[in-house]
T-cell receptor, first 113, second 113 residues
Framework: EDQVTQSPEALRLQEGESSSLNCSYT??????LFWYRQDPGKGPEFLFT???AGEEKEKERLKATLTKKESFLHITAPKPEDSATYLC??????????????FGQGTILTVHP | DGGITQSPKYLFRKEGQNVTLSCEQN?????MYWYRQDPGQGLRLIYY???????QKGDIAEGYSVSREKKESFPLTVTSAQKNPTAFYLC????????????FGPGTRLLVL
């Protein structure tokens, strides 16, 4: 069974204070790892796709990295508008799990001005 | 504008009542998904469909039913067998070959009277 665990559950930062969110995963074979951002009361929005260990993707103040067992979402000099819940999800490469994602429980990020 | 819509935004269910949540997309996506989100538990997959007239159970399908008669529509019925239906329900769609890049609707919040 695929499993995704995110830590910490909640993270409070001051504006400009860089930090990282963690996503640990267990799959039989990884087809892809995905990061989403979710604002309160809204549906998630896609951020990044990572396919193989060593891969990195960047978008503004966010950078996602991938190893064989976990992914990190690095936030550099965050601003209050970066406050949201960040969700990690995996797609298993094989069997009946191919057509779906397994999500972690999310990390709630709050950035104070 | 292309997108995915869900209605209603809020829905109230009485004991023993079945209710249906609507999900429509005009993105020309073949695949559609239903998720349930509870506080602190991320997204859990209820049902998904990769093509018209076909759908598969997700991780928490008990007490729910779906149909996929048209490409654009994927309604979810919460039956009276679902004993704890209070949650935020999210519908999503994707291209069949891009399961990890899902587009989400705004969600329906279901409350029990």
């Amino acid at each position: 069974e695929d499993q995704v665990t995110q830590s910490p559950e909640a993270l409070r930062l001051q504006e400009g204070e860089s930090s990282s969110l963690n996503c640990s995963y267990t799959v039989s074979g990884l087809r892809g790892l995905f990061w989403y951002r979710q604002d309160p009361g809204k549906g998630p929005e896609f951020l990044f796709t990572l396919y193989s260990a060593g891969e990195e993707k960047e978008k503004e103040r966010l950078k996602a990295t991938l190893t064989k067992k976990e992914s990190f979402l690095h936030i550099t000099a965050p601003k209050p508008e970066d406050s949201a819940t960040y969700l990690c999800a995996v797609q298993d490469a094989g069997g009946t799990s191919y057509g779906k994602l397994t999500f972690g429980q999310g990390t709630i990020l709050t950035v104070h001005p | 504008d292309g997108g995915i819509t869900q209605s209603p935004k809020y829905l109230f269910r009485k004991e023993g009542q079945n209710v249906t949540l609507s999900c429509e997309q005009n993105l020309n996506h073949d695949a559609m998904y239903w998720y349930r989100q509870d506080p602190g538990q991320g997204l859990r997959l209820i049902y998904y469909s990769q093509i018209v007239n076909d759908f598969q159970k997700g991780d928490i399908a008990e007490g729910y039913s779906v149909s996929r008669e048209k490409k654009e529509s994927f309604p979810l019925t919460v039956t009276s067998a679902q004993k704890n239906p209070t949650a935020f329900y999210l519908c999503a769609s994707s291209l069949t070959g891009s399961v990890g890049t899902q587009y989400f609707g705004p969600g329906t919040r279901l409350l029990v009277l």
